[in-house]
């Protein structure tokens, strides 16, 4: 979040790709792959990386400047984690997904987009964002356009090798696939 905060204050600061292993003694890994997109998009990642990959949890969010985060957490496998969000963007630019797949992540977008806010948390989105009421009405009513043809060209526009900034980190031990790969930085 510090990261982003500066990111949004400093106009000099610059992304870049990259890919970093973060040595800890851990049994298991904590994994993430950010890209820097425009809007807002999700996809379904929980089975592969939860149910067949062994990891404690993960998901996928967007923040509000622009950096879609696929991620893991306790995760037993690095590599395969890596892979699977692979996977996510390939299906995600095949557009081989149902109007059932894009009414059920409309629903669970609107799940935290209509959640209760706290009374300590009113105002924050503006104080903190720049954002007004109307600004998150505008937002919401964007939600329900979403089609698959929209999710197509966004798909196109921001996912895939070359296609924008991204970067790789893992919170781990030593991992000899990542250490033969020299386009990693061991640290």
């Known amino acids: 979040m510090v990261l982003l905060l500066k990111w949004q204050q400093e106009p000099t600061f610059k992304p870049w790709q990259m890919k970093t292993h973060f040595l800890v003694p851990f049994p298991v890994n904590y994994v993430g792959e950010c890209i820097q997109t425009g809007s807002p998009t999700r996809t379904q990642i929980m089975p592969e990386i939860r149910e067949k990959g062994g990891a404690y949890g993960g998901g996928a969010k967007l923040s509000r400047s622009g950096v879609f985060t696929l991620y893991s957490y306790r995760d037993p496998n690095t590599i395969e984690m890596l892979q699977s969000c692979g996977k996510a963007v ?39 964002y720049g954002l007004s009421d109307e600004m998150k009405q505008a937002h919401r009513e964007q939600l329900f356009t979403v089609s698959h043809d929209k999710l197509l060209a966004v798909s196109d526009r921001y996912l895939g090798t070359g296609k924008s900034t991204h970067g790789l980190a893992t919170l781990g031990p030593e991992n000899p696939k990542i250490t033969k790969d020299p386009s990693w930085i061991i640290r």
Do not use: E, N
């Open 90 to 128: 390939y299906w995600a630019k095949s557009g081989k997904f149902t109007q059932q797949d894009i009414d059920k992540a409309k629903l669970s977008v609107f799940s935290t987009v209509d959640a209760p806010v706290a009374p300590s948390d009113k105002g924050m989105d503006h104080f903190l």
